[in-house]
């Protein structure tokens, strides 16, 4: 059996987002999270997703209704979230960092945007609401962006936040590194 990053993360959210939540996919990409998202809140709560891509947000959309699903999806970057949402309202938001799967490499997140958009996140999260963070680094991408939000969450107030990192830690090739931020 093989458990991806993505099983991982998956697995842990559902820990913490159930039916009528308010969540945020905060990089599309080709949708996957945002469908995960939208069947852990159901027909009683909401999904919201944000790209600066407009190929990643259609990419999603068709995801999204091609297993019957709806949320509703801006042409934005994440530092922008704070003026859809207001403070204390979401329960659970999930970054994938790096590049579009399929796209542009050059189209990547960079560490002073994504830190931002952390901040944000912070800021919109209820008590007991979850971020994830899944860094992917390696190739063309991502190293200077993966140290700069580690050092960003160690610098957050344990008595506020719990930061959990986690490492494939025998795989090859900079594996991607799920991180998960509990609102305490």
Same mark, same amino acid.
């Given at each position: 059996?093989?458990?991806?990053?993505?099983?991982?993360? !998956?697995?842990?959210?559902?820990?913490?987002?159930?039916?009528?939540?308010?969540?945020?996919?905060?990089?599309?990409?080709?949708?996957?999270?945002?469908?995960?998202?939208?069947?852990?809140?159901?027909?009683?709560?909401?999904?919201?997703?944000?790209?600066?891509?407009?190929?990643?947000?259609?990419?999603?959309?068709?995801?999204?209704?091609? !297993?019957?699903?709806?949320?509703?999806? =801006?042409?934005?970057?994440?530092?922008?979230?704070? !003026? =859809?949402?207001?403070?204390?309202?979401?329960?659970?938001?999930?970054?994938?960092?790096?590049?579009?799967?399929?796209?542009?490499?050059?189209?990547?997140?960079?560490?002073?945007?994504?830190?931002?958009?952390?901040?944000?996140?912070?800021?919109?999260?209820?008590?007991?609401?979850?971020?994830?963070?899944?860094?992917?680094?390696?190739?063309?991408?991502?190293?200077?962006?993966?140290?700069?939000?580690?050092? =960003?969450?160690?610098?957050?107030?344990?008595?506020?936040?719990?930061?959990?990192?986690?490492?494939?830690?025998?795989?090859?090739? !900079?594996?991607?590194?799920?991180?998960?931020?509990?609102?305490?």
């Amino acid at each position: 059996m093989r458990i991806s990053a993505v099983d991982w993360t !998956h697995q842990f959210l559902k820990q913490y987002i159930k039916a009528g939540d308010l969540c945020i996919d905060a990089t599309v990409g080709n949708g996957g999270d945002m469908l995960f998202l939208a069947r852990l809140v159901g027909e009683e709560g909401r999904v919201y997703g944000f790209d600066i891509q407009k190929i990643a947000l259609e990419n999603t959309r068709r995801k999204l209704e091609s !297993h019957g699903f709806t949320g509703t999806l =801006y042409l934005d970057s994440h530092v922008n979230m704070n !003026h =859809y949402f207001e403070q204390g309202s979401v329960k659970g938001i999930v970054f994938n960092l790096g590049y579009l799967p399929g796209g542009d490499h050059n189209l990547a997140t960079q560490a002073e945007s994504t830190i931002k958009a952390i901040e944000i996140s912070l800021w919109l999260l209820k008590k007991g609401g979850v971020i994830s963070i899944c860094i992917y680094s390696g190739g063309d991408s991502g190293f200077e962006e993966k140290e700069a939000v580690l050092a =960003y969450l160690k610098t957050l107030d344990y008595k506020n936040y719990l930061v959990i990192t986690n490492e494939f830690y025998n795989m090859p090739n !900079h594996p991607p590194m799920p991180i998960f931020v509990i609102k305490l």
